[in-house]
């Protein structure tokens, strides 16, 4: 039985999770948000913001119709031969 591993798909789960997870402990406990702490913690929520951003638009951005395209340039070229 073949396994399937793909890595880029666990770290991706991870970055959205995580980003979603901060959001609501953000939110659930009310963290507070004053002076050098609520810096760091805005920092870093910026930060894993983007990189969730980056996610989503990967696998449904302009990724996914330049992958829908070459799926279909394949089945041209199967069709062809």
Do not use: C, W
């Not at 507070?32 to 894993?48: K, T």
């Not at 638009?57 to 199967?78: H, W």
């Amino acid at each position: 039985m073949k396994q399937h591993h793909n890595p880029p798909h666990y770290l991706s789960f991870i970055v959205v999770i995580g980003f979603f997870a901060s959001l609501f402990y953000l939110l659930h406990f009310k963290v507070d948000l004053s002076g050098d702490q609520g810096l760091l913690i805005g920092s870093l929520f910026g930060y894993a913001s983007a990189k969730a951003d980056l996610v989503l638009s990967y696998y449904y951005g302009s990724s996914v119709g330049s992958r829908l395209k070459d799926y279909r340039n394949l089945d041209e070229k199967e069709h062809d031969t």
